[in-house]
């Protein structure tokens, strides 16, 4: 299969691309800046027909007009990051209330103060409970194959929900890495054009977003319900993903999870890193798995308790912090478990805030001291990015 | 588009029917029956939270066309979107008509606002002007003129004179966006709907501001909203005008202004402005007025 370099940026471009997004409303935030002026280059190219670049004046707007555009019935693409993708956090709420299937990449960078322009995953974990589907890719393929899926995740009538498909900034943004970009043809067969039921069109006046009095818990429900439903319908398509691409994705992503005592939880791109660590210490003895979130929301619980249900001890490696809590992912591990029959020990690790390189030597560092948790019998929870500052 | 002359040019139809949840002798929501008489049924609506955003209440809309209400900053990057989004699925002959308050269009959303006239976006925004936050109870806003109390100016012992801000000149900075601008009135009907008609052709962004008398926050008798708007009118407080292409058009001239006073007077919310307060709005008036006179049928801006 043809391989191609590009760069996480150019990724999600052309999974808009080849998605036919009808409308890219957009303002620039490093690092996913390369992303849009890929997709103004091909606009001004004439190589996007069917769809216009709109440049907006604030991300608030950028979400407003995604609204606006997908409310009646175009197929909408954009991408934000960090304080950008905060600005957006008020519509980001209205547009899943409204049930627009809007795709977002967004490109995770931390938060002011102070400024960083590097990567951690706050950004993106703030939206969770906005109603979206959230995605988080571990590598440039597969955040084409992501966007791809996403939209046809978000426009399914059991669920039209929007999606944010998240990379890591500059890990995965510029760097480039040799993926399959696949042909129209594969990507139309996948993903058929966007046929709307509920919008406003010509002879059908439609009211979007209007008040409710007793009503708004079963509209709050629906959301609820509606994003559950993903997580059938993410199952239900890899079949024909595969068949069309030749590659096949799970709710999570599961590494020599077979025999392993201890495992790891971890999201995006530090667990390409945390693999080859585990590969070393697989030689070395040491009986280590890893589980990748991709799937956030919804969360895949079965498949979450499943992957993990007969480790001894995990070490959930947060790539964010809420402050005076702890890792953001680390309680939703410890309820996902509570109510087996066995449960395994969970210690919490905070890293890599602001882009703090996450090694191979780290990984093993973290490994070892869940060998001594377990030892110990006790769980911690531990800044684990503070030695050599 | 053929010119009303007349209020009997006027179409009958209505596509905003009985049953809204708005006030009685409310100025807005006539503002928005006349104007769907022009645009028709064709229309997306795109409103800012504020007291129109309660015309439709789930399950039920008095309107006949549709309608979308985000948030309250962002109509016109709304009507973007929905815009583009229409032209680019071959339905260009909707209309995109932002309804939005003063508060949503002076403050909160003006950068959004700014940017749609900027890209000259083919969208007709409408800023139905009751001069406060109304749906809130009536706060103050850049809109609300000098001299009126609202909830967070009230008038006290420190300060008699309540808004002491000299309400922005929006039409001016909307002409200098080089955009179509336009005040109207609801006492001049067939002056508000032929300028939505010239919108309505144009190819591009128009800004209408519609005086919308606000019965429950000016303090007035329901019945009096039309005599309310003639006399801002007549006394100077709402001149009738529009700019294009940065060059102004006084569309009803006066040999001689009421004084404001008589404006004033019909309104609890003007009710023990100190004389020297009233002198003050005067003179802002008159200033205002003579800006007008002096730059009608030349470069405005």
């Known amino acids: 299969m043809k391989q191609t370099l590009v760069t996480g940026n150019e990724a999600a471009a052309w999974g808009a691309r080849l998605a036919r997004a009808n409308y890219i409303p957009n303002f ?235 495992v790891l939880v971890t999201q995006g791109s530090m667990s390409t890193t945390a693999k080859a660590a585990i590969l070393e210490m697989r030689d070395e003895g040491i009986k280590v798995g890893l589980l990748r979130l991709r799937v956030i929301r919804p969360w895949p619980n079965e498949a979450v308790a499943g992957a993990l249900k007969d480790a001894k001890a995990i070490a959930v490696i947060d790539r964010n912090v809420a402050p005076g809590k702890g890792g953001i992912m680390f309680p939703e591990i410890i309820e996902t478990l509570y109510n087996l029959d066995r449960r395994p020990l969970v210690s919490g690790f905070v890293v890599g805030l602001g882009g703090n390189p996450q090694t191979e030597n780290k990984i093993k560092e973290i490994t070892h001291k869940l060998e001594e948790d377990l030892a110990a019998g006790r769980p911690r929870m531990e800044w684990n990015d503070l030695e050599g500052i | 588009m053929q010119e009303f002359k007349s209020l009997k040019d006027i179409p009958e139809q209505d596509y905003f029917t009985g049953g809204s949840s708005a006030c009685a002798g409310c100025g807005p929501s006539l503002g928005l029956k006349l104007a769907l008489k022009v645009l028709g049924p064709e229309t997306i609506i795109i409103n800012s939270a504020g007291c129109m955003t309660l015309l439709p209440l789930y399950p039920n809309t008095p309107l006949k066309a549709s309608w979308i209400h985000n948030a309250i900053e962002n109509a016109a990057s709304t009507a973007a979107g929905a815009r583009h989004g229409l032209d680019v699925l071959g339905n260009g002959d909707m209309n995109v008509v932002v309804y939005a308050g003063d508060g949503a269009t002076y403050d909160i959303g003006f950068a959004s606002l700014s940017a749609a006239a900027a890209k000259n976006e083919r969208i007709i925004y409408i800023c139905y002007n009751n001069q406060s936050y109304g749906n809130t109870g009536f706060q103050w806003s850049t809109a609300t003129p000098y001299g009126s109390e609202t909830k967070t100016t009230p008038r006290g012992k420190e300060n008699p004179t309540g808004n002491t801000a000299v309400n922005k000149d929006m039409l001016k900075i909307m002409g200098a966006h080089r955009v179509y601008a336009a005040t109207a009135s609801l006492a001049y009907p067939v002056d508000f709907l032929n300028k939505l008609g010239r919108a309505k052709e144009r190819d591009g962004f128009s800004y209408i501001e519609l005086l919308g008398a606000c019965t429950a926050g000016w303090n007035y008798d329901p019945r009096l909203t039309i005599k309310i708007s003639k006399l801002a009118v007549r006394c100077g407080m709402w001149p009738l005008y529009e700019i294009e292409h940065g060059m102004l058009n006084l569309n009803k001239d006066f040999s001689e202004l009421k004084p404001v006073d008589e404006f004033l007077k019909m309104q609890g919310r003007y009710r023990a402005l100190p004389p020297d307060g009233v002198e003050r709005l005067q003179a802002l008036i008159n200033e205002h007025w003579a800006e007008l006179k002096e730059y009608n049928k030349q470069r405005y801006v």
Request: charged residues 20%.
């Open chain 1, 28 to 262: 620039p935030i490093t690092p996913q800046t390369e992303c849009i002026e890929t997709l103004a280059r091909w606009s001004s190219d004439g190589e996007l027909p069917g769809t216009f670049f709109d440049r907006m004046e604030s991300e608030h707007s950028v979400m407003s007009a995604a609204v606006g555009a997908a409310a009646v019935g175009s197929r909408v693409f954009t991408a934000t990051s960090s304080q950008g993708l905060l600005l957006m956090h008020e519509v980001l709420y209205i547009a899943a209330g409204m049930r627009l299937p809007i795709v977002m990449a967004t490109i995770s960078r931390g938060l002011s103060a102070p400024v960083t322009l590097w990567s951690d995953h706050n950004d993106f974990l703030d939206q969770r409970d906005s109603g979206w589907l959230m995605f988080h890719a571990e590598n440039n393929q597969e955040v084409l194959d992501m966007v791809l899926q996403a939209y046809r995740i978000a426009e399914d009538p059991q669920v039209l929900l929007p999606a944010m498909v998240n990379m890591d900034g500059y890990v995965l943004s510029f760097t480039d890495e040799p993926i399959n970009i696949p042909s129209p043809e594969q990507v139309a067969e996948f993903l058929p054009g966007y046929d709307p039921a509920h919008t406003i069109a010509k002879n059908r006046p439609v009211t979007v977003g209007p008040p409710v009095l007793d009503e708004y818990s079963i509209f709050r429900a629906q959301n609820h319900v509606a994003s559950r439903n993903a997580l059938a319908v993410i199952e239900e398509l890899q079949d024909d993903f595969e068949k069309i691409f030749g590659r096949r994705y799970h709710l999570v992503d599961e590494f020599m999870l077979e025999d392993a005592e201890l």
